[in-house]
């Protein structure tokens, strides 16, 4: 049995960081956008099919361009569409982006079809690792490595580069931005493309994990959600702690219990919840009260 768990909690963690690429991103977005981004499980799917596109023609090294290809794609539509509703009714955004995330799913059933597309792992990272009672795929190794290695130059990127700074200030008050003479349009552009790109990436370890379907944008979006609202607000720890705490109660659940394994999350929420309803990082955010 401790065998089993040690197991699968390990399996959760690659989940847990899933969850939490797309939750950092969703929460770069909200804090500096103040948009709730409904759209965010879309543009995860989108990563993981130009990732399949991509490796079908010209093999496993050009998946990396898939982030880069669906944030030029967030560029896009933040400059089109979601710049108009800013500073708007909260409910705007809300349906604006739940709009664009049913276009986003119609267009991929439109050009990749309804179906499941298989996507394999890359052939180097055929294979099992144990390590005493853990038995995990090479391939959700390299997830680790690679989700830990993103999640570190974020940090370094938020923390020491000038941009990154003025990504942490505008997102606890964006005028104070302006007043200062930074270009605040395009550094709302530029948070919105890297929350974008987040997901993005997300999308791509996912895939060949995952099938790669329309309909896994819904299988991101809410457990994206439900992390953020466990981290709190604006909180990157947060987020992670709640990622991986999401990851791994669900991994656990399906272990043992797989007729609940759907609702486990949003009762792991409502229970943090209640006891911390701002969640356990969450802070006071001028902004939104």
Known sequence: MIDVLVSQAVNGL?????????????????????????????????????????????????VILAPVVVGVIGMAVELLLIRRVYGKDPLISLIVTF?????????????WGSAGLPFAAPAF?????????????????????????????????????????????????????????????????????????????????????????????EDAVMPAFVTVAIGGLGSYAGAIIAGLAVGITTSLTIQFWPEAAAGAMYLLMAAILLARPRGLFGERWERFE
């Open 125 to 217: 990272l055929a294979g099992v690792v144990e390590w005493g009672p853990v038995l995990i795929t090479n391939y959700r190794v390299a997830v680790l490595v690679v989700t830990c290695s993103l999640l570190i130059a974020l940090w370094a990127f938020l923390k020491y580069t000038p941009y990154g700074r003025i990504l942490r200030a505008g997102s606890r008050d964006a005028e104070m931005v302006s007043l200062l003479g930074i270009n605040l349009p395009r550094v709302l552009t530029g948070a919105f493309a890297l929350g974008i790109v987040l997901a993005a990436a997300a999308g791509v370890l996912a895939a060949p994990l995952w099938t790669v379907k329309p309909a896994m944008s």
């Open 99 to 111: 709009a664009l995330a049913l276009l986003f799913q119609s267009l991929t059933r439109v050009i």
């Open 14 to 62: 690659v989940l847990g960081f899933l969850y939490v690429l797309v939750a950092v991103g969703l929460t770069i977005i909200f804090g500096l956008l103040g948009i709730v981004n409904f759209a965010h499980g879309a543009f995860f799917a989108l990563g993981a099919y130009f990732a399949v596109t991509l490796q079908a023609r010209f093999g496993w090294p050009a």
